[in-house]
């Protein structure tokens, strides 16, 4: 069992649920996400996903986007990435995953990137633009290194080919909100829990849910039926400041949030 799979059990068991922000590496620079994952570990999240900047985005949003960006500005490289996170990671409670264009993976080697990324303290990757027809050579290889292969389902996804996604996944399924790109959104559809449940019937994998997850409002309407709920660019908004040369408040800002919606998803 991967660390993740220790996290769902150790959750389910207790009666929680997960709690995963996301952040970009390097933004502004790798020193200030290194102090955000301590920083969020410290405050009680339950995994965290480090996004490693690419330059031609999936699904990502224009917060998202502009972060990697400002990370790709200075240069940032993979393993400068891992060798930053290595260290931190060891100190951490919380399990890390990184969120990666497959052209990074295949780039670097399928088994490679997976030794590479353990070896910096990584449980897993989240692999958002990775074809489920094209999946099945990763999968092997992570499972055979106890590495979680984390793959999404969409709200247009179809039944059929949302299984065959959990069959090739481990860790956890990630659940897309809504259709579209990622950003923090005043509504989510009120079909969504009706499609997770659906899922959740039909896979023994943790369920989390991202894309639009931003206000307690979202929170409360999701935790009954997620495993776990995703922040991301409503987190990395607050990168913005920091790369303005406010980390302080930067870091308290992305703290009371997270601590915001945390307590909405055990209220």
């Known amino acids: 069992m991967s660390a993740i799979d220790d996290l769902f059990v150790r959750l389910r068991s207790e009666g929680k649920k997960a709690f995963l922000p996301f952040v970009t590496a390097g933004d502004p620079d790798l020193a200030m ?45 993979l393993k400068e990435i891992f060798a930053a996170i290595e260290p931190v990671a060891k100190t951490l409670k919380m399990p890390l995953v990184t969120m990666v264009s497959y052209a990074v993976i295949y780039r670097v080697g399928l088994a490679e990137y997976v030794d590479q990324a353990k070896a910096a303290g990584f449980a897993g990757a989240i692999v958002p633009d990775l074809l489920v027809e094209e999946s099945a050579e990763l999968s092997a290889i992570c499972k055979a290194k106890d590495f979680s292969l984390i793959q999404l389902v969409t709200p247009t996804t179809p039944p059929e080919r949302a299984l065959k996604i959990a069959e090739l996944s481990s860790g956890f399924l990630y659940f897309v909100s809504v259709t579209g790109i990622t950003g923090a959104r005043t509504e989510l559809p009120p079909e969504l829990v009706d499609r997770v449940k659906w899922l959740r019937e039909r896979t023994t994998l943790p369920i989390c849910i991202g894309f639009g997850v931003s206000r307690p409002e979202h929170v409360k309407l999701l935790s009954p039926v997620a495993d776990g709920l995703i922040v991301g660019s409503a987190i990395v908004k607050h990168l913005e400041s920091a790369e303005k040369g406010d980390r302080a408040k930067s870091l308290a800002d992305i703290k009371a949030l997270a601590k915001e919606l945390m307590d909405a998803m055990s209220s």
């Open 33 to 77: 996400t290194t102090d955000l994952l301590k920083m969020l570990d410290d405050a009680g999240c339950s995994m965290a996903e480090v996004g490693i900047p690419y330059s031609d985005p999936i699904a990502d949003g224009p917060v998202i986007q502009a972060s990697y960006t400002r990370a790709l500005n200075k240069k940032i490289k």
